[in-house]
């Protein structure tokens, strides 16, 4: 079925009444054997959940929020979680947070889990919508990062490509001409911010160098500017994919004997608040994480009430240029 499965229908497939059902269901009352056994099957051929949040309606604060992360040491995601939490915690929501380690064997399970536990679900998903629609069996949905087509799901969709060009010709500014990038390791296809690199380049009349192996940790990033400097050597900058990445690019500077921003300039993406920890200060395009997590439990409440979704305009959270010291 597209829509939730209700107690009605549950009903009219077992031909018992709705209070019949919620009897069966809850382990309440007189109920023949019989009778009580059909609603369960009925119940389980559906894919029937009770709704939790109806009941949310009377105790708000039973009203719990599933926020699906793929990788919760990448403090990009922490941040993000931290905006949701915050939101919800206005409402007198509840959000449980899972990690899904990157993985779509980790995603599935975790879905598996969270749809008896949660009134909707808010995150990261790497599952294809159908496939998502199927396991979280009727439950409303907010995929961040990502399109739906779904009228259960919304999305809250991210756009940094004015932040990237923003970043390159703050670096073309500066006097630099011979620019790389560290995308993202994994990738079949290149990152959609390598491509919004790529074009910014292609608009100053500059080539791109691009090493598309770092593993989005310090130690990755720091490793792949070893792999990109020992090809091109000239390079005098390089933007990252993002903050993490960029940090380990820092470490491998040092290492290398590369002042920052002196010799190599670095540029982050994600704009972290830990950017500003490091030595020297990661300039980086920045996104509000915190808004993404609000925005994420706002949509959610609204899916679940079944309000208008917010303006897609205000669904859009764009990277925005944040210079500090490393560029």
Do not use: C
């Amino acid at each position: 079925m597209s829509r939730r499965v209700t107690i009605n229908d549950v009903a009219r497939v077992a031909g018992v009444s709705r209070q019949t059902v919620s009897r069966a269901l809850n382990d309440k009352g007189e109920i023949d054997a019989g009778t009580k056994q059909r609603v369960l099957d009925a119940a389980k051929e559906l894919g029937y959940r009770p709704s939790r949040f109806a009941r949310g309606l009377v105790r708000q604060d039973s009203t719990t929020i599933g926020l699906v992360i793929p990788d919760l040491l990448n403090p990009f995601f922490t941040e993000v979680a931290a905006g949701a939490l915050e939101a919800a915690r206005a409402r007198g929501w509840h959000v449980t947070v899972y990690d899904t380690a990157d993985s779509t064997t980790e995603e599935r399970g975790t879905l598996a889990v969270l749809t008896s536990q949660v009134d909707a679900v808010a995150g990261y998903f790497s599952l294809d919508e159908a496939e998502l629609d199927r396991h979280l069996n009727g439950l409303p949905a907010v995929l961040i990062g990502r399109d739906h087509h779904l009228p259960r799901f919304s999305s809250i969709r991210i756009d940094g490509e004015k932040g990237v060009h923003e970043a390159v010709d703050h670096l073309v500014a500066a006097g630099h001409r011979r620019i790389g990038m560290l995308d993202h390791a994994g990738r079949a296809d290149p990152s959609l911010r390598r491509d919004w690199f790529a074009a910014a380049m292609e608009d100053h009349g500059l080539t791109a160098a691009v090493v598309g192996n770092a593993v989005q940790s310090v130690d990755g990033g720091a490793e792949a500017l070893h792999e990109l400097l020992g090809e091109h050597p000239d390079l005098t900058a390089v933007f990252t994919y993002n903050d993490v990445i960029a940090m380990g690019a820092l470490k491998a500077a040092r290492k290398l004997g590369r002042a920052v921003p002196r010799d190599l300039a670095v540029v982050g993406f994600d704009g972290l608040q830990l950017g500003a920890a490091v030595d020297p200060a990661l300039t980086s395009v920045a996104l509000d994480t915190r808004r993404i997590g609000a925005l994420a439990i706002e949509q959610a409440g609204r899916l679940m009430a079944g309000e208008a979704p917010l303006p897609d305009a205000e669904l859009l959270v764009s990277g925005v240029l944040l210079v500090r010291e490393s560029a």
